[in-house]
């Protein structure tokens, strides 16, 4: 369910799996106006669904209609995921966390994220389980650098100390120790203006990731290959977040698979 929805990738996604597990099912595009996301959801359990994914406008909406949202997407503040339970009620979480870590592992599996601090661009919903999955692994700090500095230091205070919010014109400079640059905002998106960031200042052993996935290799990614930085395309969160939706709806974890990855790749 989204506002716009013709954008997503999910069903390209849950259909190889769906096939792949010989399930009885079809994972289809909902575009559900905000104002009526609400009956939407309440809909699911009468129309047989097993659950649904939310994407952007209803993911903090939600939250306030599900039954049940587990700990990890109250402390994220956002649900892309929900379960129809057997007795009607929904059950929301949030897999971005999980996928956002996963995929990192994935493409570069000797990164630690305790070796050293986090720059994380954005405020927003996504930046909010990047920062969340980021704690959790071990980072020792997180600097958030947002357009809206308010908007940083709302969400910097709600994680305590270990995540610091920083002026957007100190990007390039807070890059010095920095062991992980990630890029949360829509900048560098098919059809928005690039990132504006000087990668000077940042170590060459520093891994650059992009949750943007249109194009698959953002001007940041290209940037950051081109001066032998390790990276991490954001095609590889949509994909791992996914896994831990199918197996919530199903009950079994997905693996990846060269398969999987050449027939969401077919889609751009």
Known sequence: MGWPVAHSRSPAIHGHW?????????YVQLPVQPAQIEQALRALPVL??????????????AL?????????????????????????????????????????????????ASAGPAVVLGAGGAARAVVCALLDAGSPLVRLCNRSLANAQGLAQEFGPQVQACEWATRSAVLADANLLVNTTNLGMHGQEALDISLEALSVQALVSDIVYVPRITPLLAAAAAR????????????HQARAGFAAWFGSMPEMSAGLRKAVEATF
């Open 48 to 61: 047989g669904f097993a659950g649904c994914n939310l994407t952007i406008p209803h993911k903090v909406a």
């Open 18 to 26: 769906i096939a792949q597990y010989g399930l009885n099912g079809a």
């Open 228 to 239: 032998g930085n390790p990276c991490a395309e954001g095609l590889g969160m949509l994909l």
């Open 64 to 112: 306030s209609v599900l039954d049940e949202v587990d700990a990890l997407a109250r402390r994220i503040g956002a649900v892309n995921t929900v379960v129809v339970l057997p007795d009607g009620r929904l059950r929301g979480s949030n897999t971005d966390a999980f996928g956002y870590i996963e995929s990192l592992r994935e493409a570069q599996p000797a990164w630690q």
